[in-house]
């Protein structure tokens, strides 16, 4: 079975590899390309979020929180769902920046339609990030870390998913303190129908 181990090891493992990446976020963001992103939230009409996958997930995490802030907000591929507009902004998350779906809704979003388009990423190179006004890069592994290693304890892109939400989340913290918002204006806005 590959040895013994004790129980939690992997898990400790796991928690010290991500508090590495979060660290990495702090002292590696630009923070005028945050300003960016906040400076195109607060002029868009309405805001539309997506993500294919675990990336997925982390949009409508994200889009649940800045409805709670007060935007207008969506996420791209629900029903209810309406139309993008020029006027309005579309931010992507997608760790690779070629995940097919990702790319070619931006593509239609921005070339087609002329919306502004926000790209989470952590390739710089990518399809995506080359076609976006903003591009916001979190490193999902360090260049010191073995693929094989970190693929033991944290598979695929569960990295970048994570340093993406807590970037996300730090993001609206920023925006609460801007709209000088506190936690009773937000559950003023939390569903009850759950």
């Known amino acids: 079975m590959g ?5 939690g090891e992997m898990l400790i493992k796991f928690l010290d590899t991500l508090e590495k990446h979060v660290r990495s976020i ?3 963001l630009d923070m005028s390309k945050v300003q960016e992103v906040i400076d195109a939230i607060e002029g868009a009409r309405s805001i539309f979020v997506m993500g294919a996958g675990r990336s997925g997930f982390v949009a409508k995490a994200f889009a649940m929180r800045l409805m709670h802030l007060g935007y207008n907000v969506y996420v791209v591929g629900e029903t209810v769902t309406p139309r993008i507009k ?3 902004l579309l931010i992507a998350i997608s760790g690779s ?3 097919t779906s990702v790319v070619n809704i931006s593509r239609k979003a921005k070339e087609l339609i002329g919306s502004k388009l926000v790209a989470i990423t952590q390739n710089k190179d990518s399809t ?3 076609m976006s006004d903003i591009v916001v890069l979190l490193k999902g592994k360090t260049k010191t870390e073995k693929n ?3 693929a033991k304890i ?4 569960t990295m970048f998913e994570l340093t993406a939400l807590i970037f996300l989340d730090g993001l609206v913290a920023e925006l609460m303190n801007l ?6 204006d937000l559950e003023a806005r939390h569903a009850v129908l759950e």
Not at 3 to 7: A, N, P, S, Y
Not at 179 to 184: A, C, R, V
């Open 148 to 150: 094989d290693e970190i």
């Open 97 to 99: 920046g070629e995940t």
């Open 86 to 88: 020029k006027e309005d």
């Open 179 to 184: 709209k000088n918002l506190t936690e009773k």
């Open 3 to 7: 040895g013994l181990h004790l129980v």
């Open 26 to 28: 702090k002292n590696e």
């Open 154 to 157: 944290a598979p695929l892109g």
């Open 128 to 130: 995506l990030a080359k």
